[in-house]
């Protein structure tokens, strides 16, 4: 079963470092998504991505944040000055991007982001 | 703005028992509803959603939700609890008003199923 993939799992940097996470979403997929959870809170959305611009961002995704598609497979979220508030594990999801609401999203395992 | 309750952080629950994880929502329009689950250290796994149809609705591993449009509600359900069924529950919704494809998602229920 093709299932969305998230390296590295884990991630130290110290305050103020760049931090690109990467993902492989599932191959057929056309909608590409980032969220976060810090430790003990709920899912976050950040960003969603569709047709190679950003369809919809929440107000975390600030200036700091970028995302990227590079290539055929990967997806990318960059941090460009991480702050110790961007602890977090952060999940990329996918889905068939056939414009229906009701559509899933499929996650990946995660990244887990420490920022010291 | 679209929202999502999760009332209980904590269900216990013994095995072989029926369990029920709440959830209720906010929406402009009309309201499609998700479960995922958490298992530790791992990625949210899709257990079922709600679209449109039938109110009951069946997914993975035994797993099904009611849809009450008029308690604005989605509990997720099982008849008869297994150990392995101990994990994190999302509850998430995405309201469709012609706005966005995020997802919402609730604060989790951590499910304990014990022998």
């Known amino acids: 079963e093709p299932e969305v993939t998230q390296t590295p799992s884990h991630q130290v940097t110290q305050m103020g470092q760049e931090v690109i996470l990467r993902c492989v979403p599932i191959s057929n997929h056309l909608y590409f998504y980032w969220y976060r959870q810090i430790l003990g809170q709920k899912v976050e959305f950040l960003v969603s991505?569709?047709?190679?611009?950003?369809?919809?961002k929440s107000e975390i995704f600030d200036d700091q944040f970028s995302v990227e598609r590079p290539d055929g497979s990967n997806f990318t979220l960059k941090i460009r000055s991480t702050k110790l508030e961007d602890s977090a594990m952060y999940f990329c999801?996918?889905?068939?991007?056939?414009?229906?609401?009701?559509?899933?999203?499929?996650f990946g395992p995660g990244t887990r982001l420490l920022v010291l | 703005a679209q929202s999502v309750a999760q009332p209980e952080d904590q269900v216990n629950v013994a095995e072989g028992n029926p369990l029920t994880v709440k959830c209720t929502y906010s929406?402009?329009?009309?309201?499609?509803l998700f479960w995922y689950v958490q298992y530790p250290n791992r990625g949210l796994q899709f257990l079922l959603k709600?679209?449109?149809?039938?109110?009951l609705v069946k997914g993975s591993y035994g797993f099904e939700a009611e849809f009450n449009k008029s308690q604005t509600s989605f509990h997720l359900k099982k008849p008869s609890a297994l150990v392995s069924d101990s994990a994190l529950y999302f509850c998430a919704v995405r309201g469709w008003s012609g706005g966005g494809n995020k997802l919402t998602f609730g604060t989790g229920t951590q499910l304990k199923v014990e022998l």
């Open positions: 999801a996918s889905s068939e991007g056939s414009g229906t609401a009701a559509e899933t999203q499929y």
């Open positions: 929406v402009s329009g009309n309201p499609y």
């Open positions: 709600y679209i449109t149809g039938d109110n």
């Open positions: 991505f569709y047709n190679n611009e950003i369809s919809e």
